[in-house]
């Protein structure tokens, strides 16, 4: 429910969880709900008690080893300072804390979303010259298509954010080829808004409106029809197809 937007039906079900599995177990099932009332409460009520709620999430999850579930209280931890503050030293905060605790318990899939996001709020916080080695280690690995997109959009908002319109026209080339066949709206949607940045920053003023109006409309189509969104999203993002460095 959380996934499409409903945050009240969410919260209801978490507490309904939360009631069955404090006496009834598993810690799993109540770790999962803890963590759901968390972002729900913290992106419509109080960021404070959303933390908390985060943070005790994790901690029973620590208890019982649970690491996906550690992990993701982590992003959960995130996802609530930045929607309600943008990005902060709270949000990267809990990046970078997941990040050490990925580093000593996680495999390579959970490293590298804490990798990527930390490096994405660095360029969005305007840490540029921390994010570049960063970006450097990410585009070198062997990823999934998804992960690939999602590191070639970061690099290229970091290259332009520096200014480099010649790297950054490279990057929007190579996951152009990417998000073609990945058909995400919302990704497809980044895509876009990025290369209208670039063409507006080459003076190609009716490309770049025609790009934002394409990005305003993937971003409704991710918005209003998110299931259908999600079809062209595999359930195990692990079996994407590999994508090489040299992409």
Known sequence: AVADGKIHPALESAERAIAIATTEGPEVVLVEALTTKALAVGVTRDLDAGV??????????????????????????????????????????ALADGLAYAESNCGP???????????????????LKASGPMLDDLLALELDDLRMLQVLHTAGLHAL????????????????AIADRYQSAQETGVQARLAAELARRQGNLDQADALIDA???????????????????????????PTSPGV
């Open 161 to 176: 954010a520096v200014g480099d319109l010649h790297r950054a026209a490279e990057i929007l080339e190579r996951s152009q």
């Open 52 to 93: 908390q709620l985060a943070r005790e999430a994790r901690a029973l999850a620590l208890e019982h080893g649970l690491v996906s579930q550690v992990s993701r209280s982590f992003f959960t931890e995130m996802l609530i300072f930045n929607f309600r503050e943008g990005q902060t030293e709270g949000g990267l905060g």
């Open 109 to 127: 899939r959970w490293r590298t979303d804490f990798r990527r996001s930390l490096c994405l709020g660095y360029v969005e916080s305007g840490r």
């Open 215 to 241: 990005a305003l409309e993937l971003a409704r189509a991710a918005r209003l029809d998110l299931p259908a969104a999600q079809e062209q999203i595999p359930l195990d993002v692990d079996q994407l197809t």
